[in-house]
């Protein structure tokens, strides 16, 4: 299901909606940051919380109140948004280590409350978090969002939910304030699966791509004319339509996206691809193209940085 974009800032009850609801940010970095701004912005009384002094000192610049603990932030929230590198971090900020005493999601979460993880985590998280947070009578919906830091600062970014039903309409003040698109696509998990799914296609559409520039260039195509003939034809995507024409022509190379955190969204899709017991030959190769990357670029280099693997002189700084 798709759900209207359209602006419903003139209407009464979603405008009561802004006023009653208090949102909780968990993570102020370059995605969950830009979300906090946006939902300021957009008139919702924001709450954030981050490790790093520097990230809280940013988001209070731009409208958001900085909690310094997530006890302080759990005092005033209805909804919390979380914004976190990795499965395992949304596992530990909702439910704790074994072993460790911790303020937790689950200890300092009211009834009622409604959590929305934007991460690119696994299913299995989100599917454990939720049935644990369940019985504290607290809803979890898994969000995850493309469009990078500037669809997050802009509230342009996209969205693939899982959520049930009557939790989504909840929450769906909250999400049309800070996405442009929103796109339910099942219950809980669902959403991690189907990002999943749209980065393994942008990991391999990157490469795929840059082979299909590579040919041309060496035929006597300009790169720019190419991917004018490619986006009006059959053969564009994400890759021909966003990422070559901002970061890779012009040898930017600064989407805020990075080579670490792609890496990890490939390895999911692997990972995912295992346990369904599938054979993917396009995408184990894609995987092990990525997997190999990590011999020439860090982890902390941009994503579409990969590639330069596959013609270093047209792709390269030093052209």
Same mark, same amino acid.
């Given at each position: 299901m798709?759900?209207n974009?359209?602006s ?6 979603a ?5 009653t ?12 940051? =830009? ?6 912005r ?5 709450f954030g ?8 000192e940013?988001a209070?610049a +731009?409208?958001?109140?900085p ?9 005033h929230v ?5 914004? $976190? ?14 072993g460790?005493?911790?303020?937790t999601?689950?200890?300092?979460g ?6 929305i ?6 299913p299995?998280?989100s ?27 802009t ?6 939910? =899982?959520?049930?039903?009557?939790? $989504?309409a909840?929450? /769906?003040?909250?999400?049309?304030a /800070?996405?442009?698109t929103?796109?339910h696509?099942g ?7 189907a ?12 490469i795929s ?8 260039a060496?035929?006597g195509v300009?790169?720019e004319?190419?991917l004018?003939?490619?986006?009006a ?11 070559f024409p ?5 040898? +930017?190379?600064d ?11 490939v390895g999911l +899709?692997?990972?995912l ?6 054979e993917?030959?396009?995408s ?18 941009d994503?579409?940085?990969?590639v ?8 390269g700084?030093?052209e």
């Amino acid at each position: 299901m798709l759900f209207n974009t359209a602006s419903h800032s003139t209407d009464h009850t979603a405008q009561e909606d802004i006023m009653t609801t208090t949102v909780g940010v968990i993570g102020l970095g370059n995605m969950g940051g =830009g979300m906090a701004a946006t939902l300021a912005r957009h008139a919702f009384p924001v709450f954030g919380f981050d490790l790093s002094e520097a990230a809280r000192e940013k988001a209070a610049a +731009a409208g958001v109140t900085p909690a310094t603990s997530l006890a302080e932030l759990f005092d005033h929230v209805d909804v919390v948004i979380i914004s $976190l590198p990795k499965a395992e971090h949304v596992e530990t900020l909702c439910l704790g280590k074994a072993g460790t005493e911790a303020d937790t999601l689950m200890t300092l979460g009211a009834p009622g409350l409604i959590v929305i993880d934007t991460t690119t985590s696994t299913p299995e998280t989100s599917r454990k978090v939720a049935a644990a947070l369940a019985t504290r009578g607290i809803d979890f919906i898994d969000a995850p969002v493309s469009g990078g830091p500037k669809g997050a600062a802009t509230g342009s970014m996209s969205m693939v939910i =899982g959520a049930e039903d009557d939790v $989504l309409a909840r929450a /769906m003040p909250v999400l049309e304030a /800070m996405s442009g698109t929103r796109v339910h696509v099942g219950s809980c998990g669902a959403g991690n699966v189907a990002k999943i799914a749209n980065n393994m296609l942008a990991a391999c559409h990157l490469i795929s791509t840059a082979e299909a520039v590579s040919m041309a260039a060496r035929a006597g195509v300009s790169p720019e004319k190419l991917l004018e003939g490619l986006n009006a034809g059959s053969g564009r995507s994400g890759a021909t339509q966003v990422m070559f024409p901002s970061w890779v022509i012009n040898k +930017a190379y600064d989407s805020g996206f990075s080579m670490g955190l792609m890496r990890k969204d490939v390895g999911l +899709a692997s990972d995912l691809t295992a346990r369904l017991g599938m054979e993917l030959p396009l995408s184990a190769t894609v995987a092990q193209l990525w997997d190999d990357s990590s011999a020439t670029l860090d982890d902390s280099e941009d994503f579409c940085a990969i590639v330069q693997r596959t013609d270093p002189t047209l792709y390269g700084h030093g052209e």
